[in-house]
T-cell receptor
Framework: EAQVTQNPRYLITVTGKKLTVTCSQNMNHEYMSWYRQDPGLGLRQIYYSMNVEVTDKGDVPEGYKVSRKEKRNFPLILESPSPNQTSLYFC???????????FGSGTRLTVV | GQNIDQPTEMTATEGAIVQINCTYQTSGFNGLFWYQQHAGEAPTFLSYNVLDGLEEKGRFSSFLSRSKGYSYLLLKELQMKDSASYLCAVKGGTGFQKLVFGTGTRLLVSP
């Protein structure tokens, strides 16, 4: 089944403890992206990648890192999480061009 | 940059028709998308427009006017399960691949 898989679905962590949220797609898509969603602010793009080893900042990249070493994987890294990074995170992928994005199921992160 | 505006909330009655508007400004344009999102779930694709005009898909239709920076999503024969947020998103920016979302319109369908 074609899908975008994110893990974990839920995560509670403490301030400053490094964490990684994984994202993997099995559709051979070139384009991958991370979003965070907060009440009243909608989906905001954190980082995106147009292909392997090509990444770029979205609108809210501060406090996050990404890597794209393989086409299928696009992990989101929080080196030193803070409470303002408590949010619902979505990974998405697309073949590129004018074609739809497919979203993962989301990761609800709480930083205390 | 890209800027997208849509109403925050709308209400409608089961069986009725509702139109959700979206206006946008973007540097570079490579398509406008509509997604449906139920609370706490992932957005799911509804439609996209890249050329001016109306695209119809069952009970859902989407319209685009590129010259006016305007789109709408039309939902017919509303059902209770259509209560959700509807997200307008524009693809553009550098490389024409950046997908930016509006804050979404929460639709409440009542009996």
């Amino acid at each position: 089944e074609a899908q975008v898989t994110q893990n974990p679905r839920y995560l509670i962590t403490v301030t400053g403890k490094k964490l990684t949220v994984t994202c993997s797609q099995n559709m051979n898509h070139e384009y991958m992206s991370w979003y965070r969603q907060d009440p009243g602010l909608g989906l905001r793009q954190i980082y995106y990648s147009m292909n392997v080893e090509v990444t770029d900042k979205g609108d809210v990249p501060e406090g996050y890192k990404v890597s794209r070493k393989e086409k299928r994987n696009f992990p989101l890294i929080l080196e030193s999480p803070s409470p303002n990074q408590t949010s619902l995170y979505f990974c998405a992928s697309s073949p590129g061009g004018v074609r739809r994005y497919t979203f993962g199921s989301g990761t609800r992160l709480t930083v205390v | 940059g890209q800027n997208i505006d849509q109403p925050t909330e709308m209400t409608a009655t089961e069986g009725a028709i509702v139109q959700i508007n979206c206006t946008y400004q973007t540097s570079g344009f490579n398509g406008l998308f509509w997604y449906q999102q139920h609370a706490g779930e992932a957005p799911t694709f509804l439609s996209y427009n890249v050329l001016d005009g109306l695209e119809e898909k069952g009970r859902f239709s989407s319209f685009l006017s590129r010259s006016k920076g305007y789109s709408y999503l039309l939902l017919k024969e509303l059902q209770m399960k259509d209560s959700a947020s509807y997200l307008c998103a524009v693809k553009g920016g550098t490389g024409f691949q950046k997908l930016v979302f509006g804050t979404g319109t929460r639709l409440l369908v009542s009996p």
